[in-house]
């Protein structure tokens, strides 16, 4: 039978389908039907080029679980964590994890539920955090006979982007707190500076995802604590955990970051990031359920239940919360202590090695969180024929995903790269990387010319002055 388009039957060998040999759609749903295992093939074969996911040390996302916790998600695959009449044993999973993150971040309530919500990532729970500081805000200045129409938050430079998502799709003015070579994470004194009455909050960072570094929570909290009984102002601090929320409990847990400290009225973290479940997943807390305005709980009358909702989405996918629930039982304090350990003490070993380089220096001196960047020494710098981005490229070429790119506003003069390390990442595999990254330095000191990523800053340079400095 010749093997024209759609004639594929039960025994047509997948790749002797006339399917591979054409393009696959790209515009326009397809008239006709495809084979189940053809299609599954076309679709699997366009991630086949894709870097292995635990080389990726971009990602500060879950790229390992074990087989209970992933054979727990590919079960639930198709439960819908809105449907709470069929599964309403996964709405008390959800309060059970709300529970222990707020406990494991001292949270003052007391009452059987704590006050909290899923997400889908940090993205999402930032976004409640800063819909619910706007609408208290908001309140009180309704109270006050205040004008309402200019709130601002305030954080430093090193934000993730989903601030100002947040601040465009709310109208709220994004105060940036500028980062510089003395400031590498945000200075209390200078964030004050940018606050004022229409100051809806302040989020300092626990795990800049620019530097791995921690803003000085406790430090802020001192000062913002003065500057709001001097001022008569209630700003308060909703802390961008996304990293941090799991990492510093374990390893640095005197560390005074979280519900601990007065002003802290709202967290955010990423369960998907050191949580240590596949994406997506996020979760937010509040101090207490006066800090959630009432506003932002829908109650849907959902197929016979009554349901409060808190989140932006409606539906969402339930495996993520039986996987952390499955994570808490499973690892516990010991587990998680073990891991975020592990990775704490692969990324100083890999900072120190780094660090000896004659070529890199380390941004910072310490590894406060499982991430780090370095950048390449001044003098170094001055006369080498090749840049981070040709080492990135090179890399790559073994799998890893190192990232170079340049820091925020006012320091973006500093070229850097970083490596997140995370659970599946071992001390082997770690010195893997490092020979490769000798091996590449040693190939690149033979260069009798510079690439063309160092003659395009040679070229910024004689345009704009010195550009690739530490
Ligand atoms: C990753 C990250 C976010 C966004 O989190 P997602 O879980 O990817 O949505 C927000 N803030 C910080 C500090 C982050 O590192």
Known sequence: MSNTKHGTTATTAVYGSSEMAHPAPTMTLPEKMTDAEIAYRMVKDETYAQTQPRLNLATFVTTYMDEYGTRLMNEAVGMNFIDQTEYPRVAVMSGRCINILANLWHTPEKGDWKTGAPAIGSSEACMLGGVAAWLRWRERRQKEGKSTDKPNLVMSAGMQVVWEKFCQLWQIELRQVPLTREHRTLCADEALKYCDENTICIVPIAGVTWTGLNDDIEELDAKLTAYNAKTGYDIPIHVDAASGGFILPFVSPDTKWDFRLKSVKSISTSGHKFGLVYPGLGWVIWRDKSYLPADMSFSVNYLGANISQVGLNFSRPAAQILAQYYNFIRLGREGYASI???????????????????????????????????????????????????????LQQSGWMIPAYTLPKSIDDIVVMRMVVRQGMSRDMADMLLADIERAVKEFEKLKYPTSSRLAYQKRERQFGKVFTH
Do not use: K
């Open 340 to 394: 975020q350990n592990n990775c704490m003490e692969i990324a100083r070993y890999c900072h120190e090695r780094i660090g000896r380089m004659s070529c890199f220096e380390n941004y910072a001196t310490e590894v406060v969180n499982p991430l780090f960047v370095w950048c390449m020494r001044e003098e170094y710098d001055r006369t080498a024929n090749w840049t981070l981005y040709d080492l990135q490229a090179v």
